[in-house]
């Protein structure tokens, strides 16, 4: 089996407490359902919109960010396990973010020997 990272990019806070309910109700049965048949091995977590970018080859540039259009914007990660990248992005397609028209980024985790 092969570790996947799963970046979830352009989601949208809801409008309201009720909203948030129901997206998070529907994220928890999508992973909770991956996680049961063996696929999660780590939840990740949402990331805050905000941060920092570092950048330059010898003389650091530091600034607030991160600095992407909001579709592009990395809201949160999950640590996804598949036989190859075709299964991860088969799991990936439940992902309540579509509704939203948001995307996963599927990337394999490289093992370091």
Not at 78 to 83: N, R, Y
């Amino acid at each position: 089996m092969t570790e996947f990272v799963y970046f979830y990019r352009g989601y949208e806070a809801p409008a309201s407490p009720e909203e948030m309910q129901k997206k998070t109700t529907k994220w928890m049965t999508w992973l909770k359902d991956l996680s049961d048949k063996g696929h999660v091995k780590s939840l990740g977590d949402p990331l805050q919109p905000t941060g920092k970018v570092v950048n330059g080859p010898t003389k650091k540039q530091i600034i607030d960010g991160p600095f992407a259009e909001a579709k592009d914007v990395i809201g949160g990660y999950s640590i996804i396990v598949a036989h190859d990248i075709e299964q991860a992005t088969e799991l990936s397609l439940g992902c309540p973010i579509f509704e939203d028209g948001g995307s996963v980024e599927i990337r394999p985790i490289r093992q370091m020997e």
